[in-house]
């Protein structure tokens, strides 16, 4: 093999690596995103549907 085809197929698997290594980061980021996201939703209050899960008296 020639140094030209060893050093393009060094640079290929750099490539890869890199293209591995920002994917990787990006989805760190949208799970650390998503847990967040998940957590401000439980912190807010519910409020209370006006009729759901009301005993209601129907006597006559």
Known sequence: MDMSS?????LRSLQSTVQLSVLNNALSMNTVAATEMMNSLSDQSVSAHPHKGASI???A
């Open 57 to 59: 008296d129907v006597k």
């Open 6 to 10: 060893i050093m393009a197929g060094q």
